[in-house]
Each structure stands twice: as C-alpha cells, then as structure tokens.
C-alpha cells in the first residue's frame, strides 16, 4: 500500500503563505489523482485541492483563488502552496489519493493561522 507522509505545517499570522509538502516513497502521482484534505477540530474531513494525472485541479470554493496544488513526479511529491491565509484554514492537512485507491491515513501537519 502507499505510504504518504505530509509536511511543512506551522504557526502562521493571518495573511501569511505555508508550502505543505506530501512525499510518496513510490511513482504514484503520474498514475493517480491526489488530493490535500484538511480536518478543523469538531468538524468532519473535507478535500480542499485536487489533481489528476493530467494537471487538471479542483478546489474547493474556501480556498479558490489562494491555495494551488501541483506535484513534481521526479521527486514523488506533491504540494499545496497556500496564501493568504485565514484562521478558518487552521486545521489538520492530510494528503491522499481519492477513492477507489485511497491509501493509510498518515499523520497529517497542522496548520494554525492566528495572531
């Protein structure tokens, strides 16, 4: 099974940017979507950004406009680059790959957007 482990998590002021990464050990990018969830305390797993294969990428309407996803296939990474960021974004982010190949839940980093 995929193993993927997030990063890049932290303690940021309102306004500022956060690069999360999400490393596989294995060529999975190029052959399957991937998509960075994010779960706030009290409330349910949501996706926030996802890409296929392609490149093509779907955001949730919260974060349009100032969160991107992309992957790097060399380097079995992907990323989710977000800016601008709010204290309603404060949350755990997990990444993973959508259903039907959904892998292990990893631990998550934790993003906290406060002043």
Not at 29 to 55: C, D, M, N
Not at 71 to 94: F, G, H, W
Request: with cysteine; hydrophobic share 35%.
């Amino acid at each position: 099974q995929v193993r993927l482990v997030e990063s890049g998590g932290a303690l940021v002021q309102p306004g500022g940017s956060l690069r999360l990464s999400c490393a596989a050990a294995v060529s999975i990018f190029s052959v399957r979507s991937v998509g960075w969830y994010r779960q706030a305390p009290g409330k349910q797993r949501e996706l926030v950004a996802l890409i296929t294969p392609h490149g093509t990428t779907d955001y949730v309407d919260a974060v349009k406009g100032r969160f991107t996803i992309s992957r790097d296939n060399a380097k079995n990474t992907a990323y989710l680059q977000m800016n601008a960021l709010k204290p309603e974004d404060t949350a755990v982010y997990y990444c993973n790959i959508p259903p039907p190949f959904r892998a292990a839940w990893g631990q998550g980093t934790q993003v906290s957007v406060s002043s």
